[in-house]
């Protein structure tokens, strides 16, 4: 089959048919079809390993790093906690996003748009937007910081270098995505190894290491503000719009058996992705605790723990790699980066289909994310450098944790809708579970606003009249962020889903209107290119 030569509109939508969501966007891109055998075997499973490990970039990105590094060398072991607690809620959370997408045959930001009026979806679209460009700055630093230690370039330069990286990143995806994928989680994998191997020279107390991983503990407010950086580096809001979207891509069988089988293999599939990126962030928490913690640390070293960030800290590696430690430190971490970008990509790609039903061509897209990251990280290292730029990656997974409510909440309330779901619908198990980590993730958010806003204004040298006003307006702030929470979580779902599989009979199949694999999902994806004669 000969690929279309039509050259590409750059904005499209769907407007022939509105009822008919999964009319494909993009015509002239090829795909594959990934089909799942109608028949009971576990060799299925590999039918549906994929959107996972994909989504798991997102866990081992730049941002986890900093974050993780930042913890060890401050709180050696104190906040593994944190780490533990934040896979679990991912491993459920993740999970709750592919069933959304298996059962129902759209993804979050679709119910999104069904669910809400005009205003709440806009503007839950742009918070979504903002997520993604939040997401970006440390791709955008962490790539820079590569550079630096690679080449000597500027961070600042870097930062501007960025842009270009990402284009002809997305160039050579058309030569096959998959083989690119491979590629970078080689290389991240490969630093994985090292820090797996420097823990062997390390040798952390394993006790202090297990009363870090279940004793909770936040020790001051500088303790909770990087334990709100992890969450958020943990637990991103465009990682449930990107999962209920890529699951999207299996032409599974449509029956009630089918679809529980899907959704048990996608939780195995996740829970393996996710105990990687667990291992992986335990890891560098460790090192950076034991090695910024040890009495033989020689008077450099010790100056770089004290204001640790992702350009300083490949000496944690010496051990391992010797003079070669930041060479592969940055080879990994320019490939953590660029991975993250392409995932990046996807979620933009489905939130900006998803609420406003419109789409960009993919290099556009990219385009206009990555300008919005450069301008803040382009700032940022010309005024404060690298360590200016290492806070800048706190601050944007900090914004990352404040906006989870916004994609979490609508996904726990679909989730749990029997109008949505049928037979699918949670458990209650599953749904108070759910419900408790989201409103304990909320409280943390809550409470480092309220106490920093506090003691912001009590430190401050203003005149009594403008901390008041100050403390009014950030309060009101605060209100509404929490009157937001409150429309979302009381609001009654009111658009239902469409199955026959409603009834819960066994076998019974599906009939929908939505026929998957979703075209346009696979299309968005930029598989591999093919021609046949």
């Not at 991103?236 to 899907?262: C, E, Q, T, W, Y």
């Not at 020689?298 to 590696?317: G, H, I, P, V």
Request: positive net charge.
């Amino acid at each position: 089959m000969a690929a279309n030569s039509t050259p590409q509109p750059q904005f499209m939508t769907n407007t022939a048919n509105k009822n008919l969501s999964n009319q494909p966007l993009i015509d002239d891109i090829e795909y594959d079809q990934i089909v799942v055998p109608d028949k009971k075997s576990w060799k299925n499973i590999f039918s549906y390993v994929g959107p996972g490990f994909l989504v798991c970039i997102a866990y081992i990105d730049p941002g986890n790093f900093q974050t993780d590094l930042q913890a060890g060398a401050q709180y050696k072991y104190g906040l593994l906690w944190i780490i533990l607690l934040a896979s679990f809620a991912a491993l459920v959370i993740q999970s709750l996003a592919a069933n959304l997408g298996v059962v129902t045959g759209k993804h979050l930001a679709e119910h999104c748009r069904k669910e809400y009026p005009k205003v709440p979806n806009f503007i839950l679209w742009v918070i979504a937007e903002i997520a993604i460009v939040a997401c970006d700055i440390p791709e955008v630093i962490g790539t820079a910081f590569a550079l630096n230690m690679l080449f000597k370039i500027p961070i600042w330069c870097g930062v501007l270098i960025t842009g270009l990286s990402t284009l002809g990143l997305l160039l050579l995806q058309q030569y096959g995505v998959r083989k690119l994928e491979f590629l970078i989680a080689f290389l991240v994998l490969t630093i994985a190894v090292c820090f797996f191997v420097e823990l062997g020279y390390a040798k952390p107390e394993s006790s202090e290491v297990l009363h870090g991983l279940f004793v909770p503990q936040l020790k001051g407010s500088g303790a909770t503000k990087l334990a709100i950086s992890l969450l958020g580096a943990m637990v991103m809001p465009h990682n449930l719009f990107l999962h209920s979207a890529l699951v999207l891509s299996r032409k599974i069988p449509r029956s009630v058996n089918g679809i529980r089988d899907a959704c048990r293999y996608y939780l195995i599939e996740s829970g393996l992705a996710l105990m990687v990126a667990f291992l992986i962030n335990i890891s560098v928490i460790s090192v950076s605790g034991s090695v910024c913690n040890s009495s033989t640390m020689t008077a450099d070293d010790r100056e770089k723990c004290e204001d640790l960030d992702l350009n300083k800290a490949s000496f944690l590696l010496k051990n391992v790699l010797g003079n070669w430690s930041s060479k592969l430190f940055a080879i990994a971490l320019l490939a953590s980066g660029q991975s993250s970008t392409i995932t990046g990509t996807y979620a933009g790609q489905y939130v900006m289909q998803g609420f406003l039903d419109l789409r960009l061509k993919p290099w556009i897209r990219n385009f206009l994310t990555r300008s919005l990251a450069i301008v803040p990280s382009l700032i940022v290292s010309l005024i404060g450098g690298s360590a200016g730029a290492g806070d800048l990656i706190i601050i944007a997974s900090m914004i990352l944790s404040f906006e989870l409510p916004f994609a979490l909440i609508p996904l726990l309330k679909f989730t749990s809708s029997k109008t949505k779901m049928g037979s699918h619908v949670n458990p209650v198990a599953v749904s108070a579970a759910t419900w408790v980590i989201g409103t304990l993730i909320m409280g943390i958010n809550i409470y480092y606003l309220a106490e920093k806003l506090v003691s912001s204004l009590k430190d401050s040298h203003l005149g009594k009249a403008v901390k008041v006003l100050c403390g009014i307006l950030g309060a009101l702030c605060l209100l509404v962020y929490l009157c937001s929470i409150l429309y979302l979580a009381i609001r009654k779902n009111k658009e239902s889903t469409h199955l026959l599989a409603l009834t819960g009979q066994e076998g019974l199949q599906v009939s929908e209107s939505n026929n998957l694999p979703r075209e346009d999902i696979l299309r968005m994806q930029l598989p591999q290119q093919r021609t046949t004669n």
